[in-house]
C-alpha cells in the first residue's frame, strides 16, 4: 500500500531515514577506530574484540532478511521505529559498558535494531514518495548515507580523543531522538497487503546459529587451537547445511532456493562474499597499524578513511552508468583487482603513511566505487521482477556475513603468526594488538611480529579480492546494459 506524503512532509520523511540509515551505516565504521582504545580499557584478548565487530555483523546479516519482511506485515513506519528505539537502547548499553561482555552484548541489541530499521528506509521512501519524484528522493538518501558514513570515522576519531571511545557511542542517542521525533510526526504507515504467510523465522534463527557457531569457532582457534573450537567450526558447518535444508521446504523462505539456480546471481554473489570479506578485513585491522605501530591518534586515523567513502559516494554513480553502457563485467573485474593491489600495497607496509597507507587507501575506494553499482546491477539483471526484492536482500545479507568471516579469518591468521613470529619471545605479549611505548625495550621484537602479522592478514585479503576478481571474469556472463538507473 503506498500512501504518498504531501509535498510539505516529504523533506523531513526524507531526513528521518537518512538519520537513521546513517546511524547504522557510521556505526559499522566507527567502531573500528575506537578497537585499540577499548582493548587498552578493557584489558581484553583480540579475539574478544572480533565480536564487538562481529556480534553486530551476525546479528544484523542474519536477521536483515526478516526485518524486511516484518515491516512489509506490520507497517513500515512500526518496525522502523522500534528498530531506531531498540538501536538506541542498544547504543547506551555500548557507551555505558562496564567489561567487554556487556559491550558485545550491546553491540548485539544494536545489530538486531539495525536489521529492523535498514531494510525500512528505502521501502518507506518508496511508499511515501510518488513515483515521478521518488528516483531523486532515492538518489539523495544515498548520497547523504554516503556523506554520512564517510564523515563517521574522522568524526567517531575526534571524539575518542577529546572525550572517550564511549562518545562514538553516547553520539546515537541524540542521532536517534531526532529520527523518532521526524518519523512520529511526518511518517506515514504503510505495508504490503500482498505479503502473507508466516515469516521464516526457521531460517533467521538457522542462520544466526550457524555463522555464530561458524564465527566462534574461527575466533576460538586463535587463542586455543584445541577440540572445542573445531567442534564448534563443525557445528556451524553443519547449522549451514541445515539452514540450506530448512530453506528449501518453508513457505516463505528467506533466501528462495530458486535465486542460486541462475550462474549469474550465484557467482555474483560468491563474488561478494570474497570482495566484502577483503573489505572487512582492511577495514578492521588497519587501525591497530595506524594507531598501534605508526603511532597515529584516532582522529587522524579517522580521516585516513575519509577518503574511502567520499570516492565510492563521487563515483559510484558515473560508474554505474559506465557499466550501462559498456557491460558490468569489465568494472567488476577492474575494481575487484584493484581492491587486491591495494590490500597487497598495504602487506607490504611501506613505512611512508603517504605511499604505504593513504594512496593504497585511495585504491580500495576507487576499487569499490567500480563495484557497488555494476555489482547491484548485475544480481537485479539475473532475476526476474518479481524476485529482485529478495535478490537485493540475499545480496545485502552475504556482504555483511562476508565482513564477519574474513574478520574471523584474519584475526586468526593475524594472531598465529603474531605469537608465531614472537617465537621464545612469546612471553613478551598475552595478545595481539597493543605495542609498548617506544622507549620500552621489548617494542622492536613485539612490532617486527606485529608487522609480520599484519601483513600476512593483509595478504589474505588481497588474495580474497583477487579471487573476486577471478569470479567476476571467468563465472559471470557479460550482462547487458540495464534498463534501470544504477543505484
Aim: some cysteine.
Amino acid at each position: 500500500m503506498t500512501v504518498s506524503c504531501g509535498e510539505a512532509s516529504r523533506p523531513y520523511v526524507l531526513a528521518a531515514t537518512i538519520l537513521a540509515s546513517a546511524m547504522a551505516f557510521i556505526d559499522g565504521t566507527v567502531v573500528n577506530i575506537a578497537l585499540p582504545a577499548i582493548q587498552r580499557d578493557f584489558a581484553t584478548d583480540f579475539a574478544v574484540l572480533q565480536w564487538v565487530v562481529n556480534a553486530y555483523a551476525l546479528m544484523l546479516a542474519g536477521l536483515i532478511l526478516a526485518g524486511g519482511g516484518l515491516g512489509d506485515r506490520l507497517g513500515r513506519r512500526r518496525v522502523f521505529v522500534t528498530g531506531i528505539s531498540i538501536f538506541a537502547v542498544g547504543s547506551l548499553g555500548c557507551a555505558a559498558a562496564s567489561g567487554p561482555g556487556l559491550l558485545i552484548a550491546a553491540r548485539a541489541l544494536q545489530g538486531i535494531g539495525a536489521a529492523l530499521l535498514v531494510p525500512q528506509s528505502l521501502a518507506i521512501i518508496a511508499a511515501a514518495f510518488p513515483r515521478e519524484v521518488r528516483g531523486k528522493a532515492i538518489g539523495l538518501w544515498a548520497g547523504a548515507s554516503a556523506i554520512t558514513t564517510a564523515l563517521g570515522p574522522p568524526l567517531g576519531g575526534f571524539l575518542i580523543d577529546s572525550l572517550d571511545w564511549r562518545w562514538a557511542f553516547w553520539i546515537n542517542l541524540p542521532l536517534s531522538v531526532g529520527a523518532l521525533w521526524l518519523t512520529l510526526r511526518h511518517v506515514p504507515e504503510s505495508r504490503d497487503e500482498t505479503a502473507t504467510g508466516p515469516l521464516d523465522w526457521i531460517g533467521g534463527t538457522l542462520a544466526v546459529l550457524a555463522f555464530g557457531m561458524l564465527t566462534f569457532g574461527l575466533t576460538s582457534l586463535s587463542e586455543d587451537p584445541g577440540p572445542a573450537g573445531w567442534t564448534t567450526l563443525v557445528t556451524g558447518v553443519v547449522g549451514i547445511a541445515a539452514f540450506i535444508e530448512a530453506e528449501k521446504r518453508v513457505r516463505n523462505p528467506l533466501t528462495p532456493p530458486v535465486l542460486f539456480r541462475d550462474r549469474t546471481f550465484l557467482s555474483a554473489n560468491l563474488m561478494t562474499l570474497f570482495l566484502y570479506g577483503a573489505l572487512g578485513a582492511v577495514l578492521f585491522l588497519l587501525p591497530f597499524d595506524l594507531i598501534e605501530r605508526r603511532g597515529l591518534s584516532a582522529t587522524e586515523a579517522g580521516l585516513t578513511f575519509l577518503p574511502l567513502g567520499l570516492v565510492i559516494g563521487l563515483l559510484s554513480r558515473p560508474l554505474g552508468a559506465l557499466a550501462d553502457r559498456i557491460g558490468t563485467r569489465p568494472l567488476l573485474t577492474a575494481g575487484s583487482g584493484t581492491v587486491a593491489l591495494a590490500a597487497a600495497v598495504l602487506a607490504i607496509s611501506v613505512p611512508s603513511y603517504w605511499t604505504g597507507i593513504l594512496v593504497p587507501v585511495v585504491g580500495l575506494a576507487l576499487g569499490m566505487a567500480m563495484v557497488v553499482a555494476p555489482l547491484t546491477t548485475t544480481v537485479m539483471n539475473a532475476v526476474p521482477d518479481s524476485l529482485s526484492g529478495a535478490a537485493s536482500g540475499v545480496n545485502n545479507a552475504v556482504s555483511r556475513l562476508a565482513g564477519l568471516l574474513a574478520i574471523a579469518i584474519c584475526g586468526l591468521v593475524a594472531s598465529t603468526v603474531f605469537f608465531a613470529a614472537l617465537g621464545p619471545e612469546a612471553a613478551l605479549a598475552d595478545r595481539f594488538g597493543p605495542l609498548p611505548d617506544p622507549a620500552d625495550p621489548t617494542r622492536p621484537a613485539l612490532e617486527a611480529a606485529f608487522t609480520m602479522a599484519f601483513s600476512v592478514a593483509m595478504g589474505v585479503a588481497a588474495g580474497m579480492a583477487a579471487l573476486a576478481a577471478v569470479v567476476a571474469l571467468v563465472f559471470l556472463r557479460p550482462s547487458p546494459a540495464s534498463s534501470e538507473p544504477a543505484k
